[in-house]
Each structure stands twice: as structure tokens, then as C-alpha cells.
């Protein structure tokens, strides 16, 4: 099966990188464990949440880890289609910091109805179902961080600019400000750094809308995917990232993102905020990675172009940061998320 990348697969400047070796956050109090009064306790955390839409109510399901009343982060996956299983990675370094999250497949992805109305796929709604869903959390602008990656980042861009009344702060992860600008900077990249013939035949299998070809994917793997989506040997990728990719829907992925694995040609082709970056006040991190398909020097100048912005850099990441250059990504995000918590932002 075709995998698709991350993709929609985003003042003071900080220090773009941290350091491996800072002090570790101290350990969760009891309290972090403790559920009393919770009514996710016998599912484990997870919530069916209904979702109004203009083809019916449709449910999508979520997951809380942890407690804290003060730092709730809900992540929003990358895609469109993907799923929440790209973030599993989280609990390795969410719960020693005492920090309560969110896992959530969007309506479409594979824990939450698929239905089949293509009409659905709209930018606009999917903002509409972030705020749904942040109304059935009983998230607040006390605690509501809003994480997102790729797709999730453009995603919380968006959200953020019609709802940010509701934030508490932003962060948005391996995702530029402009779709045009991610195209020219990834054709420029492979042009620069993939092998010309190599990258004659992926662009022959996209014209000719032969993408199924398994000669396609032969390629893609060690010339694209463990370069710049993440730096290791697919073989060896992680369980949750080979689950996520096997359960991708195509059905909301292609119509939005396109058919190519090189850029974006879908209905997001057009999609451009560098402009209105201005009007985010809360707030806000952007993570950037060396290796990464997007550019990390555009994800610094978003940081300088919001209100209250910061900035980290993955040195040894790519668009999978989280994976590949957790050394420098979990310590940024944690120390911005208790930075806000404690008012020094």
C-alpha cells in the first residue's frame, strides 16, 4: 500500500537547540495517577466524542493519559487520515513531566468513524471539530496547549486563528506557514540531493498516476522516507510508526494532501497564513529539524512573525523529530509547556 508522508506530509528567539544532558523534570506528584471522579476510568481514559457535521453526527474517539488541571495538551496528528499512533512516542517523556495529554483520531482516521462523504474533508470543518472536541474535554485558555505536527500543524494554525480566546499556548511542529513555500523548498531539496535518475522515475509513477507499483514505494523508502521523514533504516522503524502508516486513510490523505509524496497538490495546495501569523497572540513554539522536508529556517522566521514566539531546533531530526532527535525535541517542548505554566514565557 502507498505510505504518505506527515503532511498536511510550522518576539524572543530561545536557544534553537537543548541541551542532551539539562536536568530532568521532576517526577509527577500522586496526584498525576489519581482518577477519582473521572468518568473514563473504565475505559482507560478513552472518549467517544459525537461530532455535529453537515452529513450527521459522527464519533471520534480520544484517549487522556495522566492528570493535571493546570497543563491539558491535546496532539493533533499529521495526514490528513493518519492517526493518533504516530504520538506514542509521548508517553516515554509526557508522564515523568507530570503533563496531562490527549491522543485523538480525527473524523475519518482509523479509531474514529470513516464515513464516506468526501464533502467532509474540509479544511473549515476540521477546525469546527477541534472545537467540538475541546468543548467535550472541557478544555480551557487555563491549561488548553494545542500540539500539532505536519498536517496537526497547519491544522492548529488554523484553530488558533478562529479560536485562540480558547489556547493557552500553541505549539506547532514540522509545519511551515504556507503550502506553496513547503513545495518549492521540498523540489529544491530532492533536486539538490536525491539522485537525478532516481528522482526521473518517482516523478514518471506520479504522471502516469502509477503509484501502486511497488517499484514506486522500492523507491521512495531509502531515498525519501529514511532521509527526511525518519532517519532510520525501515526495518527498524518503531511499532507505532509502521501501525500508523498501515492504517492511514487514502480516502481523506489524497483528496486533500495529493497523490505525489513530494509535495502537496491536493485542495491544501493553495493554503498560505505567512500573513496572518501576527494575529496568533498566545504562546507559541515552532519546531524545526534539519533533515526535514519543510523548512527549519522558515519555522524560525514563523516564531519571530507571532506575538509571543520561540523557537526550537532539532539538529539530528527530520519531519519525525519526535523519533529521530528526541535528545533536543522532548526537552524543548517540556521546558516550553512548564515556561508557560509558570508565567516565565
Not at 500522586?30 to 459522527?58: E, M, Q
Not at 494545542?146 to 479560536?163: C, K, P, R, T, V
Request: net charge negative; with cysteine.
Amino acid at each position: 500500500m502507498k505510505i504518505p508522508i506527515l503532511l498536511a506530509g510550522c518576539l524572543v528567539l530561545v536557544s534553537c537547540a537543548v541541551s542532551p544532558t539539562a536536568t530532568p523534570p521532576p517526577r509527577p506528584t500522586a496526584s498525576y495517577f489519581d482518577n477519582t471522579g473521572r468518568d473514563d476510568v473504565l475505559s482507560g481514559g478513552v472518549k467517544l466524542i459525537p461530532i455535529t457535521t453537515p452529513k450527521g453526527t459522527f464519533k471520534v474517539w480520544t484517549k487522556r493519559v495522566g492528570n493535571n488541571p493546570r497543563i491539558k495538551v491535546l496532539l493533533l496528528h499529521g495526514g490528513p487520515g493518519f492517526t493518533h499512533e504516530v504520538y506514542e512516542c509521548f508517553d516515554s517523556h509526557f508522564p515523568g513531566a507530570g503533563i496531562e495529554y490527549y491522543y485523538y483520531d480525527q473524523l475519518g482516521s482509523y479509531y474514529s468513524d470513516q464515513p464516506s462523504e468526501p464533502e467532509l474533508w474540509s479544511l473549515p470543518r476540521f477546525v469546527d471539530e477541534v472545537e467540538q472536541v475541546r468543548q467535550a474535554l472541557k478544555l480551557d485558555r487555563d491549561n488548553f496547549y494545542l500540539f500539532g505536527q505536519s498536517w496537526g500543524g497547519l491544522l492548529a494554525i488554523e484553530y488558533a486563528l478562529a479560536h485562540q480566546d480558547h489556547l493557552k499556548a500553541l505549539i506547532v511542529s514540522n509545519m511551515v506557514s504556507s503550502i506553496s513555500q513547503y513545495n518549492a523548498y521540498a523540489d529544491k531539496l530532492f533536486k539538490e540531493t536525491m539522485d537525478p535518475a532516481v528522482l526521473a522515475q518517482i516523478r514518471k509513477f506520479e504522471e502516469t498516476k502509477t503509484t501502486e507499483d511497488p517499484r514506486y514505494m522500492g523507491l521512495l523508502i531509502p531515498h525519501h522516507y529514511e532521509k527526511h521523514v525518519l532517519r532510520m533504516p525501515y526495518a527498524s522503524w518503531p511499532d507505532p510508526m509502521l501501525r500508523a502508516f498501515k492504517h492511514v486513510n487514502l480516502a481523506v490523505y489524497v483528496p486533500m494532501q495529493g497523490p505525489s509524496e513530494l509535495g502537496a497538490s491536493g485542495t491544501l495546495e493553495r493554503w498560505d497564513r505567512s500573513g496572518d501569523l501576527g494575529k496568533i497572540t498566545v504562546p507559541t513554539l515552532t519546531i524545526g529539524a534539519a533533515h526535514d522536508t519543510m523548512d527549519p529556517e522558515h519555522m524560525k522566521w514563523m516564531a519571530t512573525q507571532v506575538k509571543r514566539g520561540r523557537y526550537l531546533f532539532c539538529p539530528n531530526g527530520s519531519h519525525c523529530a519526535d523519533y529521530d532527535d528526541p535528545e533536543h525535541f522532548f526537552p524543548g517542548l517540556i521546558a516550553f509547556i512548564k515556561d508557560v505554566d509558570a508565567g516565565k514565557f
